[in-house]
């Protein structure tokens, strides 16, 4: 046995592909991926409208803004990372993938999520300041302290997952390669390695913690504050007007965080069905891109004055080149 182990220690096993398994046993699967197709349709359209916008509309290029940019940013980024892909694979039945692509990919996915999540902390803490500190709002979230806050939130980003993956490149794969998963996650990719996992195990836990348990933890904190200082307002209108500013990001942190939540501490604590996994991690992956610009931007006074006052212009700027065009 002991022999065993010191071979395969001696020998470092790097496959040429692997094979994504994704949904088995159910019948008409890839209408469901059809379904994926329409909601990056969507994403892509949604996002790049937001970001259009804000680039635009100097009006908009306030720090609050920029929030909403970088988040809008990754949403497009984080969808065109996990949804083409998934196409490719699944409705064209290209199930292999090369390893360094593989890894890639894991890397793409799981970067633009980790920022997808801190962005929504700086959306959380942007409130708190808003509410808590009326007064003194335009003086703390400046453009220059929210471009450092999302500046390190990148970093910091780039650095975890690059350990993360990092750590899957040290491993050994000689037996299954089928991976079961819709990609290559970092679970159900490291457990199939022959050597040993405590470090990949003990950095899933991390990229848990901070991907999901800490942001949750600071949104908490910042909405504890939020409702104390709102308890202290006399007047009912302002006090509504104050959480109808909430409500919105609310809703976001939780269509981005639970499905993920859940997934992860059914798969930390006990068992989940593949299947189950793959449907839950696909939407947690796919609907917020979705709906983020909608239910947090497009909806918001401030920007559809913008989009109305940028029909506007061009309307006019068109008419303006009709009437200068020579007659016959």
């Not at 990949?200 to 933890?217: D, E, G, K």
């Not at 307002?233 to 409500?247: D, F, M, N, Q």
Request: glycine letters at 2%; a positive charge; hydrophobic letters at 50%.
């Amino acid at each position: 046995m002991s022999k065993t182990a010191n071979m395969l220690n001696a020998t470092f096993v790097r496959p040429a592909s692997f094979f994504l398994n994704g949904l088995s046993n159910i019948p008409h699967a890839k209408y469901y991926y059809v379904f994926l197709c329409f909601i990056y349709i969507m994403t892509v359209l949604g996002n790049g409208l937001l970001l259009s916008i804000i680039y635009l509309v100097k009006t908009l290029r306030t720090a609050k803004y920029m929030i909403v940019f970088n988040l809008a940013l990754t949403d497009l980024c984080g969808s065109t990372a996990l949804i083409p892909k998934v196409l490719d694979t699944f409705l064209f039945d290209r199930r292999y993938i090369v390893y360094e692509a593989c890894l890639s990919y894991m890397f793409f996915v799981w970067f633009f999520a980790f920022v997808q999540s801190w962005t929504l902390v700086t959306m959380a803490y942007d409130r708190f300041i808003a509410i808590c500190f009326p007064l003194r709002y335009h003086r703390i979230v400046t453009k220059t302290a929210i471009a450092a806050m999302l500046l390190f939130v990148w970093v910091l980003s780039l650095s975890v997952v690059a350990c993360m993956t990092g750590l899957i490149d040290r491993l050994s794969f000689c037996g299954s390669l089928v991976i079961q998963s819709f990609y290559c996650d970092h679970g159900p990719l490291y457990r199939l390695a022959c050597n040993d996992t405590s470090l990949n195990y003990i950095m899933a836990y991390v990229i848990f913690i901070i991907i999901i348990c800490v942001p949750l933890v600071l949104i908490a904190f910042t909405y504890v504050c939020i409702a104390i200082a709102l308890s202290r307002i006399a007047s009912g209108v302002e006090r509504l007007k104050a959480l109808k500013t909430c409500t919105s990001h609310l809703i976001l942190v939780a269509i981005f965080f639970l499905p993920l939540l859940g997934t992860n501490l059914a798969v930390l604590t006990s068992y989940i069905h593949p299947n189950a996994r793959i449907l839950n991690s696909t939407l947690a992956h796919t609907i917020p891109s979705l709906l983020n610009p909608i239910i947090y931007s497009l909806k918001t006074e401030e920007v559809l004055n913008s989009i109305r006052k940028l029909c506007k212009n061009e309307w006019l700027r068109n008419i303006t080149s009709f009437k200068k065009m020579p007659s016959l």
